[in-house]
């Protein structure tokens, strides 16, 4: 009885984790173009282009489809991926391109909606495009949450409130800083772009730049006037529970790139993405389908080799790494002589200007012609493994290999990544706290029967603290190797000393006694 029921959990976790990488090694052309935000004319700022040679100002579906070539791994995906590029601004002004390496990495995740996962993952349909992320932004402001602090336990989020969808866009970025002698950090743990400092003296094989897109989808509309409000994340940003309204789960698409900023190591100056951020709020992302359907909907059902491998789905064509960088885009006009890569001169392709937040970047505003001292010495939250259990499980890049054999250790708790992340020493100025000092606590509640207290922590939302009491019970399943870590988060509300088997909580109001 128990045996099966474990094996059927195992067998619905596996499906749960499954994925694919899709290579996209060639880069089909950095250039103004973004066919979504600016059709049928130049972009305001220049983009790393992958996917189909069929893209342009304004590719439909069948454009794509009847491209020559992909730069993308597997033949028969036709569709169009593309994001900000990273550049370098030496001490006089002049912008070099950084190097990207190995191209973009497009990882398809088949993780059903947490609510109703016998619904299953329904193919992109023809026509289907989005955006993520908003070239605009030029803060982060999810709770009270310094933009440098980790983010609390992903078990807390609706908690506290942060799984708004203004919110959860703000946790699609991430900026993974790559030290291949050292364990990776997990995906999507740091939401800005780290200083050149910072980037010098521990990222020595670059940063890898993240993007989660929406997987929820309204089920209707291909398209939408401000490209992203016919999709929606799952209150988990990577999964979870899709909002009502958008109850069909589509793969989730995450970009990767990875730009070299080692080889400016030392050399003085700073990093710009191309939308004139500094800081990477403001990144983004652009993708318009190109599958033929039914080949993506049966990759999507029967795909499910945890190895995340292109390779290991029999219904892909792969073509060889030479042949992805053979696929380029065909420039025309003014964007055929526009330099984008190299030293391009003393401005950002399109003449984009450097915007320092925290206001949105829209409008005539004058540019900021420095960085703003808030800019410069705030904490940096410092290097944190990632956990092996955590979002995409198959090994990113250089993860040790993980053997599929074995059926994956379930740690929510580690997923997590809860405790606040250690702080790096601060520079010279020390910033104030911004939060106010939390009332003493009261002592302890104890430990429901059966679970043990494993640790405490406080979170600050406005102006309540909680404390947070993390209890956990082990369970041990015999029949695989696996020992399954099953965290509860407990709380008591204080007045009603009210238990639920999820968050015990404590409020306390500041400024009250
Ligand atoms: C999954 O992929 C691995 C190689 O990465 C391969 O050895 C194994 O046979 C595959 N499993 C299935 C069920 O296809
Ligand atoms: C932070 O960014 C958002 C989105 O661009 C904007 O609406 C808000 O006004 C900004 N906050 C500040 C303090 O400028």
Aim: net charge negative; glycine share 8%; aromatic share 8%.
């Amino acid at each position: 009885m128990r045996a099966d029921r474990t094996l059927a959990s195992l067998a619905l976790l596996g499906k749960a984790l499954a994925f694919w990488r899709l290579e996209c090694r060639g880069r089909l052309s950095m250039a103004r173009i973004d066919p979504l935000v600016t059709p049928g004319e130049p972009s305001v700022h220049a983009h790393a282009i992958h996917g189909s040679s069929g893209f342009g100002l304004n590719p439909s579906y069948e454009d794509l489809m009847n491209g020559d070539c992909t730069s993308c791994g597997v033949k028969q995906d036709m569709s169009a991926y593309w994001a900000p590029a990273l550049y370098f601004r030496h001490e006089d002004g002049e912008y070099e391109l950084v190097n990207q390496v190995g191209g973009m990495l497009a990882y398809y995740t088949l993780r059903p909606d947490a609510k109703n996962p016998d619904a299953g993952i329904r193919a992109f349909p023809p026509g289907f495009r989005m955006v993520a992320g908003d070239t605009t932004r030029r803060n982060y402001s999810v709770g009270t949450q310094n933009f440098k602090d980790a983010d609390p336990e992903k078990s807390i989020w609706a908690l506290l409130g942060q799984t708004k969808q203004s919110d959860l866009r703000q946790r699609a970025i991430g900026f993974n800083c790559m030290d291949y002698s050292k364990a990776p950090e997990g995906a999507l743990y740091r939401h800005y772009l780290p200083e050149k400092p910072y980037l010098d003296a521990n990222c020595r094989d670059g940063i890898r730049i993240e993007l989660m897109f929406p997987s929820c989808w309204n089920g209707k509309d291909v398209e939408s006037a401000d490209h992203m409000s016919h999709v929606a994340y799952p209150d988990l940003v990577t999964d979870g529970n899709c909002p009502r309204g958008f109850d069909v789960k589509l793969p989730g698409l995450f970009f990767e790139t990875i730009w070299d900023t080692a080889q400016f190591k030392g050399v003085p100056g700073e990093f710009v993405l191309s939308n004139g951020d500094v800081q990477g709020f403001g990144y983004h992302g652009d993708f318009i389908n190109g599958w033929p359907e039914k080949l993506l909907q049966d990759a999507v059902d029967t795909c499910l080799n945890l190895s995340g491998r292109q390779e290991d789905c029999p219904l892909f064509n792969i073509q060889s790494e030479a042949e992805q960088n053979a696929c380029k885009l065909n420039l025309f006009g003014t964007l055929s002589v526009e330099k984008t890569e190299g030293k391009i001169g003393k401005s950002l392709p399109g003449n984009v200007p450097i915007r320092y937040g925290p206001e949105p970047a829209i409008g005539n505003v004058p540019p900021a012609s420095t960085a703003p001292t808030s800019h410069v010495p705030v904490p940096t939250a410092s290097y944190k493994p990632g956990t092996t259990s955590a979002f995409l499980p198959g090994g990113v890049f250089k993860e040790e290999p993980t053997t599929t054999a074995e059926p994956p250790k379930i740690s929510i708790q580690a997923a997590a990544a809860a405790a606040p992340a250690p702080k790096e020493e601060e520079v010279t100025t020390s910033i104030a706290s911004p939060e106010p000092t939390p009332a003493p606590a009261p002592s302890d509640p104890p430990a429901p029967q059966g679970y043990e207290v494993v640790r405490t922590e406080w979170v600050t939302n406005g102006n309540v603290v909680s404390k947070v009491v993390v209890v956990e019970t082990v369970e041990y399943v015999m029949l695989a190797t696996a020992t399954e870590t099953v965290t509860v988060t407990a709380s008591f509300g204080a007045e009603k000393a009210r238990r639920e088997l999820h968050h015990l909580r404590r409020h306390r109001a500041h400024g009250l006694h």
